[in-house]
């Protein structure tokens, strides 16, 4: 069983910054990502990253904005939520799962999931 420890979050103005962190008590060969949902809608995927190497998945609204980096060291990941928009008002969840080899997908089914952290943008 993989649990997920996420922190950050919180409220931010409309252009600002937020980093949210997650921690993985494992984390070897495993798609790190974030999803969000906010309120009324469905959740979607923001980003993935595979632990063992490679470059990050981006969903589209949230290309060029944000940055989802690892910590190998920490079995850390990180997303870093730059030129916020209201828009990106949501609960955001921290997810995982094994991966042998990448890359990772944002469309996979995860497995593990953290308890979700809000973010609230203000106009």
């Known amino acids: 069983q993989v649990q997920l420890m996420e922190s950050g979050g919180g409220s931010v103005q409309a252009g600002g910054s937020l980093r949210l962190s997650c921690k993985a008590s494992?984390?070897?060969?495993?798609?790190m990502a974030w999803f969000r949902q906010a309120a009324g809608k469905e959740r979607e995927a923001v980003a993935t990253?595979?632990?063992?190497?490679?470059?990050?998945v981006y969903a589209d609204p949230v290309k060029d904005r944000f940055t989802l980096s690892r910590d190998n060291s920490e079995n850390t990941v990180y997303l870093d939520l730059n030129n916020v928009k209201p828009e990106d008002t949501a609960t955001y969840y921290c997810?995982?799962?094994?991966?042998?080899?990448?890359?990772?997908?944002?469309?996979?089914?995860?497995?593990?999931w953290g308890q979700g952290t809000q973010v609230t943008v203000s106009s």
């Open positions: 997810a995982a799962m094994e991966m042998m080899w990448g890359p990772c997908l944002l469309g996979a089914e995860y497995t593990y």
């Open positions: 990253i595979y632990t063992m190497g490679g470059v990050p």
């Open positions: 494992q984390y070897q060969r495993k798609c």
